[in-house]
């Protein structure tokens, strides 16, 4: 069973940027699609980005052109470059596969968007 550790989250004024990195206790090689999600104040969970393992990438029209997700198959790691950041976009973040696997999540990492 794969384990996700998410990290890079922090606070951050609205426009600015944070990369947030996953990194798996095992190999996602095999994994087709890795996903990142996000839990805002009293809402839920929700998928913001997927990067399939061909390469091949997709976003939640709310982040759309905003956020970049990468994966590298070697390193075992799933990022989120996130830019031009919105008071909305402060949630709690998780790696977890697309669908995701209930065993898998971690704690996750706090984005907080604010001036």
């Known amino acids: 069973q794969v384990q996700f550790v998410e990290s890079g989250g922090g606070l951050v004024q609205p426009g600015g940027s944070l990369r947030l990195s996953c990194a798996a206790s095992?190999?996602?090689?095999?994994?087709?699609?890795m996903g990142w999600y996000r839990q805002g104040p009293g809402k839920q969970r929700e998928l913001v980005a997927v990067a399939i393992r061909g390469g091949s990438t997709n976003y939640a029209d709310s982040v759309k052109g905003r956020f970049t997700v990468s994966r590298d198959n070697a390193k075992n790691t799933v990022d989120l470059q996130m830019n031009s950041l919105k008071h909305e976009d402060t949630a709690v973040y998780y790696c977890?596969?697309?669908?995701?696997?209930?065993?898998?999540w971690g704690q996750g990492t706090q984005v907080t968007v604010s001036s």
């Open positions: 977890n596969s697309s669908p995701p696997r209930g065993g898998y």
């Open positions: 095992g190999s996602i090689s095999s994994i087709y699609a």
